[in-house]
Structure formats: C-alpha cells, structure tokens
C-alpha cells in the first residue's frame, strides 16, 4: 500500500524555538496532504489541508502564523511550529490523498513534540 | 454538537468475547464512513470502510444505519492484539478527503 513517511518521529524542544515537521509520499503524489494534531487521549483534530503549490487551508482556531504549512511539491509538506511553547507539546500526524476524488488517505508514523 | 460522538469506554474484555461499538454523527450530509484503529502513540490505521449494506471483514462486522445516523463495529472472538483505540470517522461530500474523527474507543482484552 502507499507509503507516507514523517520526519522527525520525536523532537524535544526549548521553549521559543521553532521545529519543522516534514511528510513525504514515499510511492505517490499527493495533491492533498493533512495535517492533525492529537493530545492525549482526544482525538485527531485536523489543523489544515495542504495542496500543493498553494497556500494552506487551515481549521478554525489554528493560527497560520504559527503553524507554517509549505507543500512545495507533491510529495512533499512541511510543518513548523513556530516559536513553540510547552501548550505546543503534542502528536503531529501527517495524511496524504492520492485523489481528490477519493476519500482514502494514508498517514504517516506522526511526530510526538515536547516543549520544555 | 461534535461531528461524531463515540463511547470512550474503555472496554475491558475477555479473550473470546464479543464486543461493539458504537458510533453517531451528526451530518446528515455525510458521505463515507469508516473504522480505524490506532495503537497507543501509533498513526491510524483503517480497519474498514462501513457500507449502508453492512460488511463482514473476517471477525470484524461493521453497519450503517443512514436514518438513525448510526455506525457500529463487531469484533467475535476478541483476540489479544485487538487491543487498541477505534475510531469512527465519517467525510462529506461538500469537503472531498477531510476526515471526521471521533474521540476513540479504548478496548482492552485480557488473557
């Protein structure tokens, strides 16, 4: 089946830095990619939809000037956290479709954040 | 009202049992539904697609009840590695590929 990879699958940060989150379709182009982040114990709330070559679509709620969205090509999306903070602490988990005429995505392994 | 509301247990099942899920979701407009299944600290993976008709994948049954807004999940024979978070999770037509999940539900079984 198709493959989605994520980098890194963990990160430790400092409190102000910033940390970027790559998601690559390793077997397909990805016109769409997701990106979701889950606390512990609730469920994966979804913080953007990626298309490549144009700007992100973001959820209400989600501040696009901290959560940077890049998908320069189709198989690749990046995510940068920026300026995190310890609330920032959370499962960042990346899908791709390889439609848009399809409701199947693959996701990657996620990436856990930890602010300190 | 959240787009789909599931029961969030947990669980706790013997070995050989059967257990089901339940699941609702509030769009009357939604379009594809199905199950995933996340181990702790793991991405989602999809166990099945549920259909209006009702599908049967080995020891896991899954059924659609379009009126009442329904999902449910059997799992027969509970094994082991059943073990994990199920999560329903529907789409609609007006948003093509965007996932609705619900909260999970945790599901233990013991030896």
């Known amino acids: ?116 | 009202r959240k787009e789909v509301e599931q029961d969030p247990g947990p669980f706790n099942v013997p070995e050989g049992a059967t257990v089901a899920f339940n699941c609702t979701y509030s769009n009357s407009a939604s379009q594809s539904f199905f199950w995933y299944r996340q181990d702790c600290r793991k991405e989602p993976k999809l166990l099945m697609s549920v259909y209006s008709s009702g599908n049967e994948d080995g020891r896991f049954t899954a059924q659609l009840n379009r009126a009442s807004q329904y999902i449910s999940l059997l799992i027969r024979d509970s094994k082991l590695s059943d073990s994990a978070t199920y999560l329903c999770v529907v789409t609609r037509g007006s948003t093509l590929g965007r996932l609705y999940f619900g909260r999970g539900t945790q599901l233990t079984v013991w030896p």
């Not at chain 1, 310890?86 to 199947?104: L, M």
Request: contains cysteine; hydrophobic residues 35%; proline residues 3%.
């Open chain 1, 1 to 116: 089946g198709a493959v989605v990879s994520q980098h890194p699958s963990w990160v430790i940060c400092k409190s102000g830095t910033s940390v970027k989150i790559e998601c690559r379709s390793l077997d397909f182009q990805a016109t769409t990619m997701f990106w979701y982040r889950q606390f512990p114990k609730q469920s994966l709330m979804l913080m953007a939809t990626s298309n490549e070559g144009s700007k992100a679509t973001y959820e209400q709620g989600v501040e696009k000037d901290k959560f940077l969205i890049n998908h320069a090509s189709l198989t690749l999306s990046t995510l940068t956290v920026t300026s995190a903070h310890p609330e920032d602490s959370s499962f960042y988990i990346c899908s791709a479709s390889i439609q848009t005429v399809t409701d199947t995505q693959y996701f990657g392994p996620g990436t856990r954040l930890t602010v300190l």
